[in-house]
């Protein structure tokens, strides 16, 4: 029975969890960033190449 009162007490996998839970949070929010930059600076350097083109 002390065996599993200590299981149930002990939270040092809970924290792990949370550590991994946040930086995946984090990495899906960089990745998102990133792609959405990306789409921005191809659309941005088109557009300057359709000008330099025409000139």
């Known amino acids: 029975m002390t065996l599993i009162s200590r299981f149930v007490k002990d939270e040092s996998g809970a924290t792990a969890i949370e550590y991994g ?12 960033g990133a792609s ?7 659309s941005s350097f ?3 190449k ?3 083109k025409t000139s």
């Not at 839970?21 to 998102?32: F, G, M, N, P, Y």
């Not at 959405?36 to 191809?42: D, I, P, T, V, Y």
Request: overall charge neutral; glycine content about 8%.
């Open 21 to 32: 839970l946040i930086a995946s949070l984090i990495a899906i929010a960089i990745i998102a």
């Open 36 to 42: 959405a930059l990306g789409s921005q600076l191809s």
């Open 46 to 48: 088109n557009y300057i």
């Open 50 to 52: 359709g000008q330099v």
